[in-house]
């Protein structure tokens, strides 16, 4: 009789134990595939651009860094300074927190790109009045 009941009662479980493994496998193999497809499409139509970025990339040249300004070191050693008034080069020089990569001015107001602790580039402008700072802004 416990044979009868365990024959009744497991031989159906253990074939719909067999079948849902066997299509939790089938349904794992398809999503499989087709993650493999949609890569295969991707790749065959982004190919070209993807070829042209990486030629872009290793012709681009890396861009000069700046030194990191310590105590004894001219903040604007360096810097483009084109078109710059020399008395606005002073006050920049003395408001710089970090190594100054460039400097223009006009009248009125002197605007510079530092790269300050970090690697993180700062342009700032000041309103210079009697060659010392008005006003000052940040950005970046």
Known sequence: MTL????????????FLGICVWLIRK???????????EGERLQGALAEELRAARARAEQSQRPGLAAVRTADVDP????DVR??????????????????LWVRSNETHAVWCERIGGGREVIRVARVEGGAVAEQWSFG
């Open 4 to 15: 009868d009941l365990l024959l009744d009662l497991g031989l159906p479980g253990l074939v």
């Open 27 to 37: 349904a794992a193999r398809a999503a499989r595939t087709e993650a493999d497809l």
């Open 76 to 79: 604007l050693a360096g810097a």
């Open 83 to 100: 078109g710059a008034d020399p008395v606005h080069l002073a006050v920049v020089a003395r408001s710089a927190e970090g190594a100054v």
